[in-house]
């Protein structure tokens, strides 16, 4: 079983609406969360990070961790265009600097 | 102010080839990996430097594959004997040790090489 599963397929929404994204993982050692962004011919950049179960908040991003479950999600609401890219969840634990990424998920945002 | 550096920002090269991909990390930045993303695959992880501790090198899917970082800082990645499976974006990414509150590795990437193996 892979460390991470992200479903990559694309998902494409009108302008406004709320995306959600979702990650789930199989290694209970993971401690803290993390949501890249890739914009297209780039390399990834850090979006949001968070170490606990419960919602981050930051602008229109909500970050959403269940440790029980072990599932991470990512909220945007009031999608925009300029938030068309690839989101890729990522996982690491202390004292080892390795991320763990999902596969990503190709974001569309039609105006 | 830079960021990471790569290049070539893209490599056409034969079957059978080698070829090497450099990184430039962010100044001070004592960690260093390399990425390879192909279509659909995510990142996979190739090989992680810490300072002046020995690389893990987990990663490497065969040993046509090498990397080294000079004097803690730049880094090139050898792909030796191309094959076609081997086309992909390689990243690369550092990370600084005064990083994110008690997570030091908040990785900034650069743009990466696209290779292509003809």
């Known amino acids: 079983q892979k460390e991470v599963e992200q479903d990559p397929g694309p998902l494409s929404v009108p302008e406004g609406a709320i995306v959600s994204l979702n990650c789930t993982y199989s290694?209970?050692?993971?401690?803290?969360f993390m949501w890249y962004r890739q914009y297209s011919r780039k390399g990834p950049e850090l979006l949001m990070y968070?170490?606990?179960?419960g919602n981050k908040e930051d602008g229109r991003f909500t970050a959403q961790v269940d440790k029980s479950s072990k599932y991470i999600s990512l909220f945007i609401r009031d999608s925009q265009p300029s938030d068309s890219a690839t989101y890729l969840c990522a996982w690491g634990y202390y004292g080892n600097n390795r991320l763990a990424f999902g596969k990503g998920n190709q974001v569309v945002v039609i105006p | 102010g830079a960021g990471v550096s790569q290049s070539p920002s893209n490599k056409v090269t034969e079957k059978g080839k080698d070829v090497e991909l450099r990184c430039d990390p962010i100044s001070g930045h004592t960690a260093l990996y390399w990425y390879r993303q192909s279509l659909g695959q995510g990142l996979e992880f190739l090989i992680y430097?810490?300072?002046?501790?020995?690389?893990?090198k987990s990663g490497l899917p065969s040993d046509r594959f090498s990397a080294e970082r000079t004097g803690g800082s730049v880094s090139t990645l050898t792909i030796q004997r191309t094959q076609q499976e081997d086309s992909a974006v390689y990243l690369c990414a550092s990370s600084s040790p005064r990083g994110l509150a008690g997570v030091n590795n908040e990785q900034f990437f650069g743009p990466g090489t696209r290779l292509t193996v003809l």
């Open positions: 430097f810490q300072g002046n501790s020995a690389p893990d």
């Open positions: 968070t170490y606990s179960s």
């Open positions: 290694n209970s050692a993971f401690q803290y």
